[in-house]
């Protein structure tokens, strides 16, 4: 097998003298063979024995993995197997690369060294079963250099100085892998509430699968050429979103706000929005990652009809930062699941705090990754601590994606509810150069004391801190931002339900300057977009005029008037999610100015009235609008409904030449 990867890989006679000389050879060669049995080589020498070829191999092969060397995968099986994690090496070879001792345990965590100590573990491990000495077992969670940080899965614990090694298990005659911490996947979850490990947590009958079923707890990323472009839009049933920061397939969005905001609301809101798309089968996961919400969620799924395409993940009572941390993994790795099978999947997490929160076990396992020494990631520059943290939060975040068509397709679409804000309440002092020593001392202690006060206000307020916050902006796809509404009708809900309640009364409001979707318009519905593709500019300038205008004249009180018409219209109460039908509906009857008489308390009423009564009367046209894919007989249809709109609400306030289906190309 390593005779394979030398004749494929390192053909030149210049690039095995580099081979030889970086894998740290120590007096004996690798194999006396190169392309074509040609011995072209001095350095090949012949008469080794067998151990010392083999810890040579042993060395060789861990080079090319860690380092990426001279060694290429194109062409060459054994490379490929080692890039996917199966090390198709001797069981004797897989395990010298990945053992050590444990140096550190603190609850279910455990930090080891790796036995290779100027090499460190491969990349490749992560996710891979763990076994101690001890009989207790894990998962590789993150590799620090040489040192790895190894989650126990059971509830053995190992005692510091004891041995561990990565599992393998055999996959071919004579062959063995590593081997992974796997969890259920497939259709025959939804409906199902399972752990991190796949065990049942609703009563039923085990999950039972076949491999091919199943995927890795911690998996893999797609690279770019396994990606395809994400311009299909995901449907939510929640107009705002729709409307303002359309989601398209494989997308990640966060979902930022305070308490009493309804982040986990407009979350459920869109689970239940998916019934509209059951024709497409979008299988739904919720990664329930705070245990004492879970009966009510169950509640909200079964009285949504959301059962029927919905799997949750949920975390143990009282669970440790990891198992919270696992079950959002979990989820995610069961939407990848659906995805790999060319379906598309929706990925839904009530609080990614948790992996904040696992991380920080982590620094607290190796303080000294807490140190602020220079680094550089994406071409930014930041403390060594703040890259690492970054790179763990992008290694999840970007798991969402949409599959290349090549590959079969499909997509795993990631939603995440951040509890804080987006917004800066300290600032920082960066040019010290233009002030004496002592002013500038002054000032750096008056800052550190305001954002000590600032970091212990946020924690009691239960909201991650800003600088948090901002970096999940910059990972994501995009955010959105919610804000309480201003008649409190949240604050009596405490902002959490309680335990068996269904989610009820509590509404939401989006900030529609501090929200937007990287994806821009490529992610939208086309024909929302072509009917309302300019509602946020309206908004945007309403919004502004609102504080700079300087005049009040008849055209700028229209323009705020039509602003708080769309700005009712997008509030939303639970279960209340609209199908693409109704909301075109709803956007000509406003854009067209329809409801210029209607008080913006009582659009949302008036426009379920119009639904009703136009799918009572018009049921074909509106389907053929909704099927339609041609931009020229959208115009016309859509013209009709204007027609049939204004049967029922009378002359809209906008002539027909104003209207604004004008479209481009």
Same mark, same amino acid.
């Given at each position: ?9 390192? %053909? ?75 090390? &198709? ?39 891979? %079963? ?52 796997? +969890? ?47 311009? &299909? ?140 020494? #220079? ?46 804000? &987006? ?6 002092? #960066?040019?010290?150069? &233009?002030?004496?020593?002592?002013? @500038? ?7 550190? %004391? ?52 269904? +989610? ?15 994806? #821009? ?24 005029? #609102? ?29 209340? @999610? ?88």
């Amino acid at each position: 097998r390593v005779e394979g990867i030398l004749e494929h890989g390192l %053909k030149d006679l210049a690039s095995k003298r580099k081979f030889l000389e970086l894998s740290g050879r120590t007096g004996g060669a690798i194999l006396n063979r190169v392309s074509g049995g040609v011995h072209e080589d001095p350095l090949d020498v012949v008469g080794r024995n067998d151990s010392q070829r083999r810890n040579h191999i042993r060395l060789g092969l861990e080079w090319q993995i860690c380092l990426q060397g001279f060694a290429t995968s194109a062409g060459t099986s054994d490379l490929n197997c080692l890039e996917s994690g199966r090390a &198709d090496i001797s069981e004797e070879d897989t395990l010298a690369l990945h053992r050590g001792d444990v140096l550190k345990v603190d609850g279910d965590i455990a930090l080891v060294q790796s036995s290779l100590t100027d090499k460190g573990v491969v990349p490749e491990a992560i996710g891979a %079963k763990v076994r101690f000495a001890g009989g207790a077992e894990g998962v590789l969670l993150w590799i620090l250099g040489a040192r790895c940080v190894v989650c126990l899965t059971g509830r053995a614990t190992p005692n510091v100085g004891e041995e561990w090694e990565v599992s393998t298990k055999e996959f071919k005659e004579g062959n063995r892998q590593l081997e992974r911490q796997l +969890v259920p996947t497939g259709r025959a979850l939804r409906g199902r509430t399972i752990d991190y490990l796949g065990h049942p947590l609703d009563g039923g009958v085990p999950v039972v699968g076949s491999l091919a079923e199943a995927v890795p707890l911690i998996n893999r990323t797609l690279n770019l050429e396994e990606r395809e472009l994400i311009q &299909d839009n995901l449907h939510t049933g929640v107009k705002a979103l729709d409307v303002i920061s359309p989601i398209g397939k494989g997308q990640s969005l966060c979902i930022i706000g305070p308490r009493h905001s309804g982040k986990r609301e407009i979350c459920l809101e869109v689970l239940a929005g998916q019934r509209f798309t059951a024709d497409r089968g979008v299988t739904c996961v919720y990664a329930a990652t705070r245990p004492e919400s879970l009966p009510s969620i169950q509640a909200f799924l079964e009285a949504s009809g959301a059962t029927q395409h919905t799997a949750v993940v949920a975390a143990p009572v009282r669970a440790s930062p990891f198992q919270r941390h696992a079950t959002l993994l979990a989820a995610l790795s069961v939407a990848e699941g659906v995805r790999d099978q060319g379906q598309h999947a929706l990925v839904v997490v009530d609080d990614l705090s948790a992996m904040t929160q696992m991380w920080e076990s982590i620094v607290r396992m190796v303080p000294s990754m807490a140190e602020a020494h #220079g680094s550089s990631q994406a071409g930014l520059l930041m403390s060594a601590a703040e890259a690492d943290r970054r790179r763990f939060f992008s290694f999840v975040l970007q798991r969402s994606a949409r599959r290349a068509d090549s590959l079969g397709g499909g997509s795993s679409t990631l939603l995440f509810v951040l509890p804080g804000e &987006d917004r800066r309440r300290c600032g920082s002092c #960066g040019r010290w150069d &233009d002030m004496s020593p002592e002013v @500038a001392a002054k000032l750096k202690a008056a800052l550190a %004391k305001a954002q000590e006060r600032e970091a212990a206000e946020e924690c009691t307020q239960g909201v991650l801190e800003w600088r948090i916050v901002e970096e999940f902006k910059s990972i994501a796809d995009g955010h959105i931002q919610l804000v309480p509404r201003t008649d409190g009708s949240n604050a009596s809900k405490g902002g959490r339900l309680a335990e068996g309640e269904a +989610v009820a009364g509590v509404d939401w409001e989006m900030q529609v300057p501090r929200s937007f979707s990287r994806l #821009g318009s490529r992610a939208a519905n086309a024909k929302v977009h072509r009917v309302a593709g300019h509602v946020r500019l309206e908004l945007l300038q309403a919004h502004d005029e #609102g504080r700079f205008g300087l005049t009040d004249d008849g055209e700028a009180q229209a323009r705020k008037d039509h602003a708080a018409l769309v700005s009712a219209f997008l509030r939303q109460s639970p279960g209340s @999610a609209i199908p693409v039908a109704d909301l075109l509906i709803c956007l000509a009857a406003l854009e067209e100015g329809f409801l210029h008489n209607v008080a913006p308390g009582s659009v949302n009423a008036k426009l379920r009235d119009v639904c009703m009564e136009l799918q009572g009367r018009s049921s074909e046209l509106i389907q053929r609008i909704v099927e339609c894919t041609e931009p020229s007989m959208f115009e016309e249809l859509y013209g009709a409904l204007c027609d049939e709109l204004e049967q029922i609400l009378g002359k809209p306030h906008k002539p027909p030449s104003e209207r604004q289906y004008r479209f481009s190309e």
